[in-house]
Each structure stands twice: as structure tokens, then as C-alpha cells.
């Protein structure tokens, strides 16, 4: 009886201690983070645009040339007739694009790959037209109402569920030019708060920023430089069509530097641009290593979103 006892005992101890061991590395590496985390870092620096001043200078001294022509027509008894005086009110942002979270804990079959985020239909070519002068407008970023996301397959509990986070820090300028498109421009730099970065887990979220993590509260922003539009027609922007075109430059994040292409749409209406884009790349060519947490396992595979809308600055 002692010994049946005994036996038992040992058991127990030997089923127990794995339990225990496990319950320590759960709570180290990912409980007691997202409990003791350093808040995550707020606020995104204004992203440098200094390659648009000289198209800003262009165009106030081809805007100040029309003006006194204007006036020497008034002097000379001509009179103009204004059409739409009143500016119409821009687009709410409910209604320019798909958030990139209706995707979110998708279950569908696993796939390396992201489910392909939902694009517009872009607006046939119209006939071609002869290009007209330069006619920039410049835009800033409104973050409040964007969206920089990233979306990745991870494997929870033995389940596969699509992983969406966003953050609407997001700071940037953007040069139309409705002459001729092919001349538009974005500013030197597009920036991202990654330290802000939401997703409906607040524990990965935590994770995200934990020096035990990516890491993000000690590099906090995600720069894009270099930019160039590929694809742009060469022609007159007609009001409200919706355009494609590529976006190439160098991404950075944390101290990792790649070359990156979106692909993307774009619409301009109302004084406000839409753009809708992704790019498909690893994690690990951003220097950073999927986490493999045991009851917790991510793709490597992650698509990045931008939902951009940006009007004139107030």
C-alpha cells in the first residue's frame, strides 16, 4: 500500500513539474511582459519633404503669373465667370477604403501568404490626352484617417488565424501634379510609428515592443526614402478616376534597410487622395525573427498596407 502510494507520488511529481516549468515560460516570456511593458512610444516626427519645395516655389510663381493676367483682363474691361465658387466637402473617410482589418482572424486553410487585401477597380484609360502644364497640388498625410498595417499568418493554440495590426501615426506629403501625372512625387521621407501598432491582442502587442520582441519602443519608426510612382500616364489627372501604379523604394525598420515595391491605386476627389497599397516580403529581410513562443508560432510571410488619405494642409 506504502509503495502503491509512493508510486503515485512520483507520478504526480513527474507530471507536475513540465506543468510548472511550462506555466514559468509562459508567464516570463509573455505574461508578466504585457503586464510590466514601458508604455509604447507615442507621436511620429514630420517626415522630411525638402525635394517639394522647389516644385512649391514653381508652382506659387506660375499661380502669381496667372493672377496678374487675370487682373490685366479685369483692367481692360474682360470679365471672367466663376463656375463651383463653393469648394465641396471632402470625402468622409468611412468611404475611401477597405480597412485592412476586415481580414482580421481569418481561418480559412493556411498559407504562407496573406489573403490578397481587397483593391479598387481601377478606372479604364481613357483616350489619351495632350499633356498640360504643371499644375501641382500638395497634400499632407492625414493620419487619423490612414492606415499603416501589417497582416501575417500565425498558428494559436493549433489554429490558424490571420494577424492584423495597425497604427495611424503616420506622417507624409504628396505632390500631384494634375498637368501630368508621371511628374507627381512623394516627399523625402513617409514615416510610421511602429511603437503604436494595434492589433485585438493586447499581449502580442506588448510583445511587439518588449526588448524580449521586436523591440519597437527603442525603434519606433519605420521609414520610407527614395520614393519613385512607376506606372504614372503621362497625361492630365481627370477628376475622380482611379489610377495604378507602383511605389519602389528603400524600407526601413529597426536597423535593416530593403528595397521595396507596393502595388497600389489611387484616386484624387474633392480635394482629398486616396492611395490603397501592399507589398509582400518576410520578416526576417527586415531583421526581424518570427516568434516561435510554443503555443504560439508566426509566418515569416507578412504583407504590409497602406491606406493613405491625404488632403491640403489646413
Known amino acids: 500500500m506504502k509503495r502503491s502510494r509512493a508510486l503515485m507520488l512520483g507520478a504526480a511529481a513527474l507530471i507536475g513539474i513540465p506543468v510548472i516549468v511550462f506555466g514559468i515560460y509562459i508567464a516570463v516570456n509573455f505574461i508578466i511582459p504585457s503586464i510590466f511593458t514601458t508604455p509604447s512610444v507615442t507621436g511620429v516626427p514630420t517626415a522630411r519633404s525638402n525635394n517639394l519645395d522647389a516644385l512649391r516655389t514653381q508652382q506659387a510663381e506660375r499661380n502669381l503669373t496667372a493672377t496678374a493676367a487675370r487682373k490685366s483682363l479685369y483692367q481692360h474691361g474682360v470679365h471672367a465667370v466663376a463656375f463651383g465658387a463653393n469648394a465641396e466637402r471632402p470625402l468622409p473617410a468611412q468611404e475611401l477604403y477597405v ?42 498625410i492625414v493620419g487619423e ?16 488565424v ?24 512623394l516627399s523625402e521621407e513617409i514615416n510610421v510609428n511602429l511603437a503604436q501598432i494595434r492589433s485585438d491582442q493586447r499581449n502580442r502587442d506588448n510583445w511587439m515592443i518588449s526588448e524580449r520582441g521586436f523591440n519597437f519602443n527603442k525603434f519606433p519608426i519605420a521609414k520610407f526614402t527614395n520614393a519613385e510612382l512607376i506606372g504614372l500616364p503621362q497625361r492630365a489627372y481627370r477628376e475622380g478616376e482611379t489610377v495604378t501604379f507602383q511605389i ?5 525598420v529597426r536597423e535593416a534597410t530593403r528595397e521595396t515595391v507596393f502595388t497600389a491605386m489611387g484616386r484624387y476627389e474633392k ?44
Open 162 to 185: 490571420l494577424a492584423v495590426g495597425v497604427t495611424k501615426e503616420i506622417a507624409g506629403e504628396v505632390a500631384i501634379d494634375l498637368g501630368n501625372l508621371a511628374n507627381s512625387q
Open 248 to 252: 519602389k523604394g528603400n524600407l526601413q
Open 99 to 140: 480597412s485592412c482589418t476586415a481580414a482580421r482572424n481569418a481561418t480559412a486553410t493556411p498559407a504562407n501568404v496573406p489573403t490578397a487585401t481587397p483593391m479598387p477597380t481601377a478606372t479604364p484609360e481613357p483616350t489619351p490626352t495632350a499633356t498640360a502644364e504643371s499644375n501641382f497640388v500638395f497634400l499632407t
Open 271 to 314: 480635394g482629398t487622395l486616396v492611395v490603397t497599397a501592399f507589398a509582400d516580403l518576410k520578416l526576417t529581410e527586415l531583421g526581424l525573427t518570427p516568434p516561435n513562443l510554443g503555443f504560439v508560432r508566426v509566418n515569416d510571410e507578412v504583407r504590409i498596407v497602406l491606406n493613405l488619405v491625404a488632403r491640403a494642409a489646413q
Open 145 to 160: 484617417e490612414s492606415e499603416a498595417c501589417y497582416q501575417v499568418g500565425e498558428i494559436l493554440n493549433g489554429n490558424f
